[in-house]
């Protein structure tokens, strides 16, 4: 009865948006690019703006959360790079495998079960790893898909274009500056409404975003390489992220969202990487939707121990 409470409590309402966004790209001609934008230049850091102003985490607490959310990418990088240098992996094919092993979605996934599962308490905490991964992938991911030929300095300079980073910084400026937005019934008080407003928009449109690039379809290459990403991203990483929440003494709801959030299967956004640096797209984009349909399962299953 639990694992069939974890799925209809959880991941139902999940898959409902996910399988609208899929059955809309599947019959309409959807321009994806700009609705990347929109969630990527304007909800997105709406979102995070407003969930800093309005966290109730303990300031260590929400480092150690970060931490763990670090720990968790270098971590399984490494335990993936051993296991593709073990199987004498060509250059493309490892680093493939890193993209795929070290970048969660715990975005576009990962915050809306989060959310579902552990109310806004885990929401937040959710929201901090989300943002350590977002730095992550684009400080780690352009060398890790050019196998090292980029130039060092385009990882700083990557992190800059990111929106999401001034999101945290003005969000942290306002939290900090005694201007308590969400009490105030003034101009700054309406202003932080209507960033609101579009920030509870956030979470469906991510969802239908998922189903719409899962759409797109493509072909499993590689069956074994992409059965060993499956296990290091669904089994290994979230055991990884026990230990390590363990390890940083995490308070209990901290440690649930943690473990659910390194669950997640590969990030969709890889795909892209991976185009642009020629590191095995078809293969990356095959483990996207391969995980991503296993984790139905393997959520399912952990859901059903977190929750207890």
Known sequence: MLIISAFVEVLLPVTVVVFCGYTLRRSFLIDLPSLNRLSMYVLGPALIFTTIVRIDVASNEALRVIAASVT??????????????????????????????????SGNYGLPTTRFAFGEAGFQRALLYFIAQTIMAQTLAIPIASAGRGDPGSAIRQIFRMPQIYAVAIGLLARFSGLELPQRI?????????????????????????????????????GRLTALVTV???????????GAARALALDDLSLRVVVLEASMPTAVNMVLYSLEFNARPRFVAGVVVVTTAASLATLTVLLSVLRQ
């Open 186 to 222: 003034d101009a700054l008080g309406s202003i932080f409404r209507g960033v609101a407003l579009m920030a509870d928009a956030t979470l469906p449109l991510l969802l239908l975003l998922l189903g719409m690039q899962l759409a797109q379809g493509t072909a499993v290459e590689d």
């Open 72 to 105: 968790v990418c270098l971590g399984i990088g490494a335990i993936g790079f051993a296991a593709g240098t073990a199987l004498h992996l060509d250059r493309a094919s490892l680093m493939a495998l890193l993209l795929c092993v070290m970048f969660m979605n």
């Open 232 to 242: 290091l991203r669904l089994i290994v990483s979230p055991l990884l992220a026990y």
